[in-house]
């Protein structure tokens, strides 16, 4: 056997892998956790197909020939450069011949894989879906999975996906030919025109822009699910994809991590294993692996594993910087608050600007090293916190504490101190004769 086929996805999912027995939820004890993604669509896990939704005849039938030879699991495979499944078999390649020749159209295939109530049909479209040409219908036809309600269609369509995705969601606009970079840039729209303003395009194509996307918020969504051997699947399906293309993980990730963790005290050994996996995936890659029959580190592992892609202390533009809950927000607050009463920071003072415009607040003389992450500049007079005027490190430390915490008086009437879900905090300063802001968001 050759190399190609004996690593294949098909084979490497062959056996155990999805022949997992059905287990229970999580312990009543603990309550499940949400994927993040609440929401239902076209695409969620499961649909309900109950349309009459009549594919082409003649395509269909050629397409049913091709399936059957290759659901055969002694047909001999192979992936070409494409990521497509290719079968070795002189029946096979006529029938692949005369497909291309009539076209798969992946319109019609979401048609199937949504509304047709026929089973074979849709299997037949989810098979299908690997040979249409354009490369990016593919991948949206991949996104319809997770919401098909026939197991063995699903389980059948997975390492088809993966051996697509590992083929080409990592290619770049370089590595086409150079005739078809130029075709590209021929076709878009001039830079700065309404077209190219529409379409959000504010610059030319580089060598390093990425040209595939994956849709993973369906695959996230079996992770909701009580079935062992859907909550696996979604996760290996999202672990591979990840071990290719980690920026995919971090548009998407984010909101599952709770119960990606909860999933490794699954009693299920696999759905275990996958989850473990998915967090080795995301970890950075100098972070030690634990022995994964340690439950205490392999969840102190997963926890630095999310930090590493999602710290929780996070700064996404030169203006704008997360605070998310965590030990190291806790933290932060807590020197904050101890360098203001202890009158480190600074001092008040005021000035006027080169203008004549005069500004008061207080100045920011020394920061801790602690609270060097947070971006301030030494120096700058700190003026106003959401448009609150800020005077001297009292007002500075009151305006701080009302974004952070509120007063509950529920019980009595001194009320009790309770953190806020989500806040922004608008820190307005003066440095020289310039006016910055930046803002601190809270959840």
Not at 10 to 16: E, F, N, S, V
Not at 27 to 33: D, G, H, M, V, W
Not at 134 to 163: C, K, M
Not at 383 to 401: C, F, Q, W, Y
Request: with cysteine.
């Amino acid at each position: 056997m050759s190399e190609a086929k004996a690593n294949s996805p098909i084979r490497l999912l062959a056996g155990a892998w999805l022949t997992v027995a059905l287990c229970a939820p999580l312990p009543a004890q603990e309550p499940k956790l949400s994927s993040g993604y609440p929401a239902k669509d076209a695409l969620s896990p499961f649909r309900t197909p109950e349309e009459i939704a009549a594919p082409p005849d003649a395509l269909f039938a050629v397409l049913r020939t091709m399936r059957r030879i290759a659901d055969d699991p002694a047909a001999p495979r192979s992936f070409d450069s494409d990521g497509r499944e290719m079968i070795d078999d002189e029946q096979w390649r006529a029938a692949h011949q005369e497909a291309k020749r009539l076209g798969i159209d992946a319109g019609m295939l979401a048609v199937q894989m949504r509304s047709n109530r026929n089973a074979d049909e849709r299997a037949i479209a989810f098979y299908a879906a690997f040979h249409c040409a354009n490369i990016d219908y593919v991948f949206n036809l991949i996104s319809h999975i997770p919401g098909e309600p026939l197991r063995q269609t699903r389980e059948r369509a997975y390492p088809r996906a993966i051996a697509f995705l590992q083929a080409n969601v990592g290619r770049r606009f370089g590595d086409l030919p150079d005739e078809q970079q130029e075709r590209i840039r021929a076709e878009m729209p001039q830079i700065g025109s309404p077209a190219a303003k529409s379409s959000g395009i504010t610059r030319e194509p580089i060598a390093e822009d990425l040209l595939h996307s994956v849709h993973l918020v369906p695959f996230l969504q079996l992770l909701d699910l009580d079935d062992a051997m859907d909550q696996a699947q979604g996760l290996w399906f999202v672990k591979e994809t990840c071990l290719v293309r980690k920026d995919l993980a971090m548009a998407t990730l984010e909101p599952a991590l709770p119960r990606i963790r909860q999933l490794l005290r699954s009693p299920d050994a696999k759905v275990r294993h996958e989850a473990f996996g998915l967090h080795c995936a995301i970890a950075d890659d100098k972070m030690a692996k634990p022995d994964p029959t340690d439950a205490a580190a392999v969840d102190a592992f997963a926890v630095a594993a999310g930090k590493s892609m999602f710290p929780p202390l996070r700064r996404t533009s030169e203006g704008l910087m997360w605070l998310l809950p965590s030990e190291e927000r806790d933290a932060l607050v807590t020197s904050a608050i101890a360098a203001l009463e202890g009158g480190k920071l600074g001092r008040p003072d005021r000035g006027t600007t080169s203008s004549g415009v005069p500004y008061r607040g207080f100045r920011v003389e020394s920061l801790p090293e602690s609270l060097m992450q947070l971006g301030i500049p030494e120096g700058v007079i700190v003026t106003s916190i959401n448009g609150m005027p800020i005077h001297d490190a009292k007002s500075l430390r009151e305006a701080v504490e009302a974004q952070f915490w509120t007063i509950d008086r529920t019980q009595d009437k001194q009320g009790k101190r309770v953190p806020k879900s989500t806040a922004s905090l608008l820190l307005e300063f003066q440095q020289g004769d310039t006016t910055r802001a930046m803002e601190f968001r809270v959840r």
